[in-house]
């Protein structure tokens, strides 16, 4: 941990993000809420959800093209920027379609994912990559512990759409915070020769930037996709299932996602550790087949202890850093990507990956919203199982990971404080 957060590029992005995830979360858990409080329906949520998966591919791909020609710290601040505005359409909307910029601005404010994790990666030793983003993961996590209790008693107290309001208010102050560390503080870590050296070399077009994906990394991207459909298909109805179906509080909901996420936390760097020393793709297979049985075991929730026992399953696979959670997945995810990634070409093939996640996920938040309004409110969490487990066994099969260590990197430079 030492190492790690020696180097000053660790350290602002993690006080950046951890100060995100705080206001973040004390909404986000709640968002669907929202939505619905404002008069939108199942159906048109996920249309919604489906729009800002739309906008996540226009955005994903060009932001890792610019951050390997332009450098990483310029598009974290962009992106800063166009995150802060998020908040803001979400707090002055009305209506539910007045929310549609905000999802498109949300999808906006990924331009600067892939810089993010190539910064990452670079600023920690390729021998310790799995451990290190674990510890950044374990530290930007912290606020979830507390964040998720806290957003359900706002939510009950002032209601969802007030208490969603005054928790947006905070979310767009500390967005403004994050421009001003990130532009003062980062310092770039892709070497100036590859930035002069790329504009001589012929532009790569969309159809040539697949040809130049390794096999390794299609079968990554694949099954990366795979479980984005799955997980967009029932994520954002989990609140839903749980409070209408289920009968819980937003207080109840909360403090469940409260001990889910003291759970993920310990094990987020200890399983760091693993993926470094016994190799990635063990601790990725146990963490998708938690995952996906987390998911159908919400149709069997009958109760608080029913749903508290599910969360905490899928809480352990995402403490074990191979499930895709996110657009990127989880930190070993990311580490065995950034394994089979060149330094010139990583955040291009992360933004190319989390492209084609994006584009194959697409209907599936609005399939999820149809399904749960008009067949059963069960049947996104079901069918989001069969799809996950057929990319985990897609995995088994076509990806074999090599015994060697990982090849070597570019210098990790540690930034010091200037005075």
């Not at 093209?65 to 995150?83: C, H, M, N, Q, T």
């Amino acid at each position: 941990m030492r190492e790690t957060f020696s180097n000053r590029n660790i350290v602002v992005v993690t006080i950046s993000q951890t100060l995100f995830m705080f206001t973040a979360f004390l909404w986000w858990p709640y968002r669907s809420l929202y939505i619905l409080e404002l008069g939108g329906t199942k159906e048109q949520l996920g249309l919604l959800l489906m729009l800002e998966t739309i906008s996540g591919i226009v955005f994903q791909l060009p932001g890792g093209i610019l951050a390997d020609r332009l450098g990483r710290r310029k598009l974290l601040v962009v992106s800063s920027g166009i995150r802060m505005l998020s908040p803001i359409v979400f707090l002055y909307s009305a209506s539910w379609v007045h929310t549609a910029p905000g999802f498109i601005l949300t999808s906006a404010g990924m331009l600067g994912l892939p810089a993010m994790n190539a910064l990452i990666a670079e600023s920690i030793p390729p021998e310790r990559r799995g451990s290190g983003i674990a510890m950044y993961r374990t530290v930007t996590s912290i606020p979830m512990i507390v964040t998720s209790l806290m957003g359900g008693v706002i939510m009950d107290y002032f209601g969802v759409i007030q208490g969603c309001r005054y928790v947006l208010i905070a979310s767009a102050v500390v967005s403004l915070f994050s421009i001003a560390i990130r532009w003062r503080y980062i310092e770039e870590t892709l070497e100036p020769t590859r930035v002069r050296r790329r504009p001589e070399e012929p532009k790569k077009g969309f159809i040539q930037e697949l040809g130049s994906m390794p096999r390794d990394v299609w079968v990554l991207t694949g099954v990366a996709a795979i479980s984005a459909f799955a997980m967009r298909l029932m994520m954002s109805f989990m609140v839903v299932y749980g409070i209408e179906v289920v009968g819980l509080t937003a207080t109840q909901w909360g403090l469940i996602g409260t001990g889910a996420s003291i759970i993920t936390t310990l094990l987020t760097t200890p399983s760091g550790m693993m993926g470094d020393r016994i190799g990635r793709k063990p601790i990725i297979m146990t963490s998708r087949i938690l995952a996906s049985f987390s998911t159908v075991g919400y149709t069997f929730s009958q109760g608080f202890w029913h749903i508290a026992a599910v969360r905490g399953l899928g809480a352990t696979a995402s403490g074990l850093g191979g499930a895709m959670w996110g657009p990127m997945g989880g930190p070993v995810w990311q580490a065995l990507v950034a394994d089979l990634t060149p330094p010139e070409e990583r955040a291009r093939m992360m933004g190319l990956m989390g492209t084609i996640s994006s584009l194959a996920s697409t209907p599936a938040s609005w399939a999820g919203g149809y399904m749960y309004d008009n067949i059963s409110p069960a049947l996104p969490f079901r069918v989001s199982f069969v799809i996950d487990m057929i990319g985990t066994a897609l995995l088994i099969v076509l990806y074999k990971e090599k015994k060697k260590r990982p090849p070597p990197d570019i210098e990790v430079k540690v930034p010091t404080d200037k005075a």
